[in-house]
């Protein structure tokens, strides 16, 4: 049976990772991986996790299963971190929130409850859109369509072409939008553009499906969650995938979370039998680690302050380092300009490089990044700042 299996290429990210790591080049640069580092090159574990994860080995006597949803504290704890307090889609008891292994999970978890749902059911992506969907929501029977998003000629978003692509959404189609800091242009919609988004659902009748990944990376907790906060006060069905690896810091601890927003108590509670009947079928418990760490942090209130701080030192640290890369640029070469890269928000940006400039920065400089020039600004250090800059130069000028 198994030797009809062909081999596959390597993923294009993961690939890179593996040739960064067999460069003996003392200079190499890791811009593809998409994980935040501080200035020394290291993933760090946050100081609030290691104190939570020191409680948690205090107060952990037992390894038996979770329950199917998860911790019911860290459940709540992150509806008041998706939805703010008082938001009235918590209040009129329309949110069904469960545990996922990572954002990850929680998409696949969202696009099989989808096929239960209306199968075959189309989702509508952005071009560009984190490579990642495809598989995991293709893979569960849905079918996916692209909307305009990004141009890349103006690095900025074509907001006309995505609402005329929009208004013509059928309803109960589903529309896949990043909550913020977009991955992997950078480039986030504005609260007006949110404005429209919503009322365009309102009207056309489609509903959203939110992948929240980076929140707090962006502009910060709140302002990050803006979008879904009005979306959940503005159509009766909302889905939100989100993911703690970033936030938290929590990668390899894969916790994650699916909310949704139904139109009344008794469709959500229908709907949350079919969550843990989806759940069932896949993993059945969640992992418990990651999210008992988030649920630790969020409800002890000097964790969830030296929490918030690091945070938002990590947020500064990406938006200093951007606007490093472009003063950096600038003062090398005037022939092109990179000051969009200081104007997005998370992790991600795309330089507009051609894929033989972007190989040459690979052999001739080794420095890493895929082939659409997509970088991650958090791969960046203040020492290689001037190293990367004028490669990035002198690849310009060949």
């Keep these: 049976m198994f030797e009809s299996l062909p081999l596959l290429p390597a993923d294009p990210i993961l690939g890179l990772s593996a040739a960064f790591q067999q460069d003996t080049n003392p200079n190499k640069v890791d811009l593809g991986v998409g994980v935040y580092k501080n200035d020394a090159g290291v993933t760090p574990v946050m100081a609030a996790v290691a104190a939570a994860e020191r409680l948690r080995l205090n107060l952990e006597n037992t390894k038996a299963y979770t329950s199917p949803a998860g911790y019911p504290g860290a459940n709540n704890a992150v509806v008041g971190l998706v939805y703010g307090t008082g938001h009235t889609a918590v209040s009129d008891n329309r949110v069904r929130t469960i545990q996922t292994p990572g954002g990850c999970g929680a998409l696949r978890v969202a696009a099989e409850f989808i096929q239960r749902a209306k199968p075959g059911a189309t989702t509508w992506v952005s071009t560009p859109t984190w490579a990642n969907h495809i598989p995991l929501l293709g893979s569960a029977g849905l079918t996916l369509r692209e909307y305009p998003y990004y141009n890349y000629a103006t690095h900025s978003i074509d907001f006309d072409a995505m609402v005329a692509c929009l208004n013509n959404v059928p309803a109960g189609d589903l529309v896949l939008l990043h909550a913020c800091c977009h991955n992997p242009s950078g480039a986030d919609l504005s609260r007006e553009q949110w404005q429209e988004v919503a009322r365009l659902a309102q009207t056309r009748g489609f509903v959203p499906f939110v992948d929240m990944a980076y ?81 630790i942090i969020l409800h002890n209130s000097g964790l969830t302050r030296q929490w918030q701080e690091e945070l938002g030192q990590m947020r500064q640290r990406i938006q200093n380092l951007r606007a490093e890369l472009v003063s950096a640029l600038n003062q090398r070469q005037g022939e092109r300009d990179f000051s969009f890269i200081a104007h997005e928000r998370g992790m991600f940006s795309f330089l507009g490089l051609s894929v033989e400039q972007v190989h040459r920065l690979k052999n001739e400089f080794s420095i890493y990044m895929t082939d659409t020039s997509r970088i991650s600004v958090a791969g960046l250090t203040t020492e290689k700042m001037a190293y990367v800059s004028q490669a990035i130069v002198n690849v310009l000028r060949a």
């Design 215 to 295: 929140q707090g990376f962006g502009e910060g907790l709140d302002e990050d969650a803006y979008g879904i906060r009005l979306l959940a006060e503005s159509v009766p069905e909302l889905i939100i995938a989100a993911s703690f690896s970033k936030n938290f810091g929590l990668y390899r601890e894969r916790a994650g979370t699916l909310s949704l927003v139904f139109a009344n108590e008794t469709q959500a509670n229908a709907g949350m039998s079919q969550l843990l009947s989806v759940t069932r079928g896949l993993y059945s418990m969640p992992p418990a680690h990651g999210s008992a760490i988030v649920d």
